[in-house]
């Protein structure tokens, strides 16, 4: 899954957390959301300006509410080739002409292509804030989609099908994806290498006018910069862009169930383990900031009980993890594991043993501050930059959170109690309702999953 939002990994120097004593953790500060401006063009669009910091540099980036959710399954991928070929050329300039000109403002010009959000960014000098907006909007509103640059860009694409499905947990990844989402574009992470083959320039240009336009676009400038010039600028290169579509919401059908399924890798030294299930806690829901604490203290730390029992105790693998994984109207709890060939069955084993221990003994208290002190300092650290600001508020322009939910981030974490870890835990994390997915060696293998079959 290409979009996997807060995936819990945390510093390497935690790792020693159980092996010698550390200084004692000050108390958590408390993170403010700068002051900023946000309205609207006549057409639709919105902006969001936020001065902050000190360094002379701003970060500009227009937040796209498209992406892969709003392809067919015809057009797998599409969003991914378009974005591609766009970077190209636009008005008039080639790709490398683009790029000099970004380089020539401190910075540099990138397109990503998202599940539900894509984006058009680059950072820069500050005082070169206007001429990036007005790159931006050449980017954006008069992309040349030189045919000369298809076919390559094609093979490109190819390449990376081949080289990415070549790796087994990308193999696990695709599985679970079906698992969970089924027909929804979300189990559809990987396209065919003919359906690749078979777009053409028409179907690019044509998903390109159904899917940009000013109703789909939010602007974000932060960092140092002349406002009323940026503002001016921005008017400029966009007050006159078409209104376009309107954004549309495909929520995934969800139902867990218990299901193992196996995909055979013959002479596999390793299994590559995906174990999760839906979980009523995205961004958007109240329990959503308790239960990343649930995540990390399972599994999303690097001092969490699942690492500590199969890579630290039993050596089964080298780096276990766990996610959640947030979309508008779903979100999935994954824990996902590498372990070598002849424990898989013990490893899922002790997987389900630490849930299932989660679910009946809430943490200590130590262990319970440990991880909340390690969320609040990754959450300050990723909102430290013009970036991470303009990330942060994307998030909560995403969920429909406002302002407040950044700047209370840091007390809710403190809030959450050993109470609310096993409450959750409860009601969330059912072994009974999880998907399993193992891509490994059947032959040696196949008997330690039975217990673990419907």
Known sequence: ???????????????????????????????????????????????????????????????????????????????????????????????????????????????????????????????????????LSDLLRKPDFPASEVERLRG??????????????????????????????????????????????????????????????????????????????????????AAGPDPVRRPPPLHPQKTLVLLDRPKAEQSNLLIGLPVAANPAHSDYVPFQVVDALLGGAFFSRITSNIREDKGYTYSPYSYIDSHRGSAIWIEGADVTTNVTGESIKEILKEVNRMRQEPPSEKELQAVKNALVGQFVLQNASPGGLISGLIMTEEYSLGDDWLSNYVQKVSGVTRADVQRLSETMLDPNKMTIVVVGDKEKIDKSLEPYRN
């Not at 000050?26 to 959301?33: I, S």
């Not at 991928?77 to 000109?101: C, H, I, N, P, V």
């Not at 559809?188 to 390109?208: A, G, N």
């Open 1 to 135: 899954m290409r979009n996997v939002l807060f995936i819990a990994l945390f510093a390497a120097a935690l790792t020693a957390a159980d092996k010698q004593a550390p200084p004692a953790p000050g108390k958590p500060k408390a993170f403010t959301l700068p002051q900023h401006e946000t309205y609207s063009l006549p057409n639709g669009m919105r902006v969001t300006l936020v001065p902050w910091g000190s360094l002379p540099v701003a970060s500009v980036r227009a937040s796209l509410d498209f992406g892969n959710i709003n392809e067919t399954k015809d057009q797998v991928w599409l969003t991914d080739f378009m974005a591609a070929l766009m970077k190209e050329g636009a008005a008039g300039k080639s790709g490398a002409q683009l790029d000099r000109q970004a380089a020539s403002f401190g910075g540099s010009l990138n397109f990503n292509a998202g599940d539900e959000m894509s984006s058009a960014s680059m950072n820069c000098l500050g005082e070169f804030a206007p001429q990036a907006v007005s790159l």
């Open 156 to 241: 490109d694409l190819l390449r990376r099908i081949v080289v990415e499905r070549s790796q087994p947990q990308t193999l696990a990844s695709e599985l679970f994806a079906k698992m969970i989402y089924g027909d929804h574009p979300f189990g559809r992470p990987y396209p065919s290498q003919e359906l690749v083959k078979s777009y053409t320039l028409d179907q690019i240009k044509h998903y390109y006018g159904a899917n940009l336009g000013a109703k789909r676009t939010h602007l974000y400038v932060a960092g140092q910069f002349d406002a009323t010039a940026v503002k001016d600028a921005i008017g400029k290169a966009f007050g006159d862009w």
